[in-house]
């Protein structure tokens, strides 16, 4: 039982080039995230995906788009990279939705340097 | 975008001492969630609290829920030299998939 997996761990891209973040989750639940963390910023919602099928923005989503593959899998590409997406990327899910109990579950992170 | 007031930023205490850290919000939560998050790590969930004056535990660690729905407060009693890290919040209001988070107290012991 892995919990909330990332891929890759650690990338380096150069300003233009594009990558997409992968993130998998055996929990069974609906709701998956997408964050970023800069220092002294906390974490800042980049966009979500409350179920399979549906896809919303969050706080900064400029420079992104997500892919809900399916119930499992949420995927962040970044088109064309850049330097201020230098940032650490945390993939979560969520239990419970619009329920009483709900709680976020954190994957590892992804270490991004844009040069 | 709104983030969460958590205080204070960072701490440096003696192996030993107990710890107090909040976080205030300008909304009304239904939810508050806190986090422990190591070097190079993902948060982990330490605690999660879902009524208003609701106090739980898990081992040393102790959390409130402040009755304003407001505010939430952690407290860590002797600490030892693995709590170092940084600790976040996160609130939800009712009737959204979203948290909030607070941007983190980092907290430093010295043996």
């Known amino acids: 039982n892995a919990g909330v997996t990332q891929t890759p761990k650690f990338q380096v891209l150069k300003t233009g080039q594009s990558m997409t973040l992968q993130c998998a989750q055996d929990?069974?639940?609906?709701?998956m995230y997408w964050y970023r963390q800069d220092p002294g910023m906390g974490l800042r919602l980049i966009y979500y995906?409350?179920?399979?099928?549906?896809?919303d923005k969050g706080e900064v989503p400029n420079g992104y788009n997500v892919s809900r593959l399916n119930k499992r899998e949420f995927s962040l590409r970044l088109e064309s990279a850049a330097p201020s997406q230098t940032s650490v990327y945390f993939c979560?899910?969520?239990?419970?939705?619009?329920?009483?109990?709900?709680?976020?579950?954190f994957g590892p992170g992804t270490r991004l340097t844009v040069l | 975008g709104q983030q969460l007031n958590q205080s204070p930023q960072s701490m440096f205490i003696q192996e030993g001492e107990d710890v107090s850290m909040n976080c205030t919000s300008s909304?009304?939560?239904?939810?508050w969630l806190w986090y422990k998050q190591d070097p190079g790590e993902g948060p982990v969930l330490l605690i999660a609290?879902?009524?208003?004056?609701e106090l739980t535990s898990n081992g040393r660690l102790t959390a409130q829920f402040g009755i304003t729905r407001k505010d939430s407060f952690l407290n860590i009693s002797a600490s030892i030299p693995s709590d170092v890290g940084i600790y976040f919040c996160?609130?939800?209001?009712?009737?959204?998939?979203?948290?909030?988070f607070g941007t983190g107290t980092r907290l430093k012991v010295l043996a």
């Open positions: 979560a899910t969520q239990s419970a939705d619009r329920g009483f109990r709900n709680e976020q579950f």
């Open positions: 929990m069974n639940h609906n709701s």
């Open positions: 995906s409350a179920s399979e099928g549906t896809t």
């Open positions: 909304s009304i939560f239904n939810t």
């Open positions: 609290l879902y009524k208003a004056g």
């Open positions: 996160a609130g939800r209001t009712s009737g959204t998939y979203k948290y909030i």
